[in-house]
């Protein structure tokens, strides 16, 4: 079975604060995909970042980067010097190899404080 | 030059009516879907199909009908709507040719169809 659990529900920061977003997932298949979207006060579902469970490398974009480890089979997603601008609901999503099922965590809201 | 997008953005109506929600895609992609995101905003994933066949149909009631009249577009037929089906739907698409051509590609979402059933 295919399982992501984002036990963080809500998180609260001030601005200039960083913050991490724990995803962890439970699969039985060898070779797996993992996304992160975030879903601003607006609705629409942004695209963040796609990783492959072969690929441990640690990934940075801006003031984003995020943290893979299959040994504890989390991939978890910090934000460096937070904004107002970064406040919305991030979801992890696995989706594992050979079909199109994505499955999301129930999503963690992050609210940043001026 | 919207990517995935929805029609209509917003939808009320009553119990027992009969709606459709339009989709469509100018991405070029080979796979389109279609989730429902709950008051908790729970996401789940409905259908997908792939070139015209329909890969995935979670437990849905069969009061929801996927229909693609082409590769760009996948609407969402909905009979004898119920007070349970309140809820925001996102469409989205993804590249992959089959679900077995050893990738699963990003899938991309429209901007959602807000669906209040009274």
């Known amino acids: 079975a295919q399982k992501v659990t984002q036990a963080q529900t809500e998180i609260s920061v001030v601005e200039k604060e960083d913050v991490t977003l724990d995803c962890v997932y439970e699969t039985r298949d060898t070779t797996y995909y993992l996304f992160w979207y975030k879903q601003p006060p607006s609705g629409e579902l942004v695209f963040l970042i796609r990783r492959n469970s072969f690929d441990e490398q640690n990934e940075i974009s801006g003031r984003y980067s995020w943290n893979f480890q299959k040994s504890t089979s989390s991939f978890n997603f910090t934000i460096t010097a937070s904004q107002v601008v970064d406040s919305a609901v991030y979801f992890c999503a696995l989706v594992p190899l050979g079909n199109n099922d994505m499955r999301f965590g129930a999503g963690t809201r992050l609210t940043v404080k001026p | 030059d919207t990517a995935v997008s929805q029609t209509p953005k917003y939808l009320v109506t009553q119990m027992g009516n009969d709606k459709s929600i339009k989709c469509e895609q100018n991405?070029?992609?080979?796979?389109m879907y279609w989730y429902k995101q709950d008051s908790k905003k729970f996401l789940k994933i409905m259908f997908s199909y792939n070139n015209k066949e329909l890969i995935i149909n979670e437990t849905v009631p069969n009061r929801f009908s996927p229909k693609s009249p082409d590769k760009a577009h996948l609407n969402l037929h909905i009979n004898s709507l119920e007070l349970g089906d309140s809820a925001v739907y996102f469409c989205a698409s993804s590249q992959e040719r089959t679900p077995l051509a050893g990738v699963a590609d990003t899938q991309y979402f429209g901007p959602g169809t807000r669906l209040t059933v009274l």
């Open positions: 991405l070029g992609h080979d796979t």
